[in-house]
């Protein structure tokens, strides 16, 4: 018998949640604080990326972003400020950042976002939201230095020790795969493993599916508190109204250690802010590629293009910095020729708060002291690639079956 879900958060996660609770037959709720049209669920590249298996928090990040603090135009931004959660998030970022730790989540991150493209390609297979854009080009590491060649190449091969599909291009290949190209440009790893969509044509999608199927969603719905009886939670408290729950996940990304700690849990989370760029007019762009010494990420979306880029940590705000739009337009423009961003465009852009973890996995699964809240939020910069693999993880877990794969590395309460 299906149980009341409350699912608090309207992005990817909670709506791939939404999905599959529904799909067990659960009865499902989805609160969000926002209209449900903007965020880093509708702004990132639409990448989904077996290929990246290297998390944020890896060695030498840290010395990057104390490099960086004092340049707000940098790829790395660490805002200086005199915050007791972020820096203790910083250090535990810092302690999380050795070779040994790396190594250890490797497998955990490629092993989690397999499955999550599979769970995308069952998705368009099963027609459930009609046609939308899945397109299996795979992606393109451009560089332009030997140091970025030479490290992006010890990257790939334990990408390729893994089984996963990718190659490095010679610089022919890489012209007919994708022509003009700035003469600038040395070489590229192409990783045929991954995929692309278009996030905001996908997020309308699974929203009119939901709705359709008699899932409620609650827009402009803030979430104030929640009842309990001893250490079972009863229900979720609104601005609007309250709501009844056998079931709780918390979805909320960069705002879930708010609510987390009206739960008397400390979540250890930063918002890590992203930028983009799209444009509705043609480019030489043909695939999706990552610019690496720029840091910028470019995507042939439905319709238009999508630059996107920046890890901006500033607290939770959606102050649009120009200076970081202006940085992402010109490095995108040294990397293709004819290509230009025009100050209109410059003006459009959007951002995003991603939910950034110390250690850079996600936090999946149930926590100690509440027995029906369950936690679906950290993913950083993987979140879009990683939504329905966590949506059929949590579903598992509320339903009292086994799950896909291992949860051990995702423990909401993890140590760092």
Excluded at 69 to 97: C, E, G, N, V
Excluded at 161 to 168: I, K, Q, S
Aim: proline share 5%; hydrophobic share 40%.
């Amino acid at each position: 018998m299906g149980k009341n879900v409350v699912v608090i958060g309207g992005g990817i996660m909670g709506l791939s949640c939404a999905y599959y609770l529904h799909k067990e037959g659960h009865q499902v709720k989805v609160l969000d604080k926002s209209s449900m049209d903007g965020g880093a669920s509708y702004v990132n590249a639409g990448y989904l990326t077996p290929s990246h298996i290297i998390p944020l928090a890896s060695p030498g990040m840290m010395a990057k972003g104390i490099k960086w603090m004092f340049d707000s135009s940098s790829p790395f931004y660490l805002k200086p400020r005199l915050d007791t959660d972020f820096i203790k998030w910083a250090w535990q970022f810092h302690r999380s950042s050795t070779s040994a730790k790396v190594n250890k989540a490797i497998p955990i991150i490629a092993e989690i976002n397999v499955l999550s493209k599979e769970l995308y390609q069952e998705m368009y297979d099963g027609g459930d939201l009609g046609d939308f854009q899945l397109v299996k080009d795979g992606l393109l590491m451009l560089y332009k230095s030997e140091k970025g060649g030479k490290a992006e190449l010890q990257v790939m091969r334990r990408v390729q020790d893994l089984g996963l599909e990718a190659r490095e291009l010679s610089l022919e290949e890489l012209t007919m795969l994708q022509p003009g190209l700035s003469p600038e440009i040395r070489g590229a790893m192409h990783y045929q493993c991954d995929a692309h969509t278009t996030p905001t044509q996908l997020m309308e999608k699974l929203k009119e599916y939901l709705l359709a199927r008699g899932v409620e969603i609650h827009p402009n719905t803030e979430v104030r508190g929640f009842s309990h009886v001893k250490d079972t939670l009863t229900g979720v408290k609104s601005d609007r109204k309250d709501f009844p729950a056998e079931e709780v996940v918390l979805a909320s990304g960069a705002w879930s250690p708010l609510l987390a700690g009206e739960l008397g849990l400390k979540l250890s989370l930063q918002a890590g802010k992203g930028y983009r760029i799209d444009i509705y007019r043609p480019t030489p762009v043909k695939l999706p590629a990552i610019l690496m010494e720029a840091k910028v990420a470019v995507t042939p979306m439905e319709g238009f293009t999508r630059l996107a880029g920046t890890m901006e940590f500033s607290g939770i705000n959606h102050h649009i910095r120009k200076n970081r739009v202006a940085a992402i337009a010109r490095l995108a423009e040294k990397y293709y020729e004819d290509f230009e961003v025009q100050p209109q465009e410059e003006a459009k852009a959007a951002c995003g708060l991603r939910p950034v973890t110390p250690d850079g996995l996600p936090y999946i699964g149930r926590v100690s002291g509440w027995k029906n809240l369950s936690l679906a939020t950290g993913h950083a910069m993987m979140g879009w690639s990683l939504g329905p693999v966590t949506g059929k993880l949590i579903s598992e877990i509320i339903s009292g079956k086994t799950t896909s794969l291992s949860l051990n590395g995702l423990h909401p309460e993890r140590r760092f």
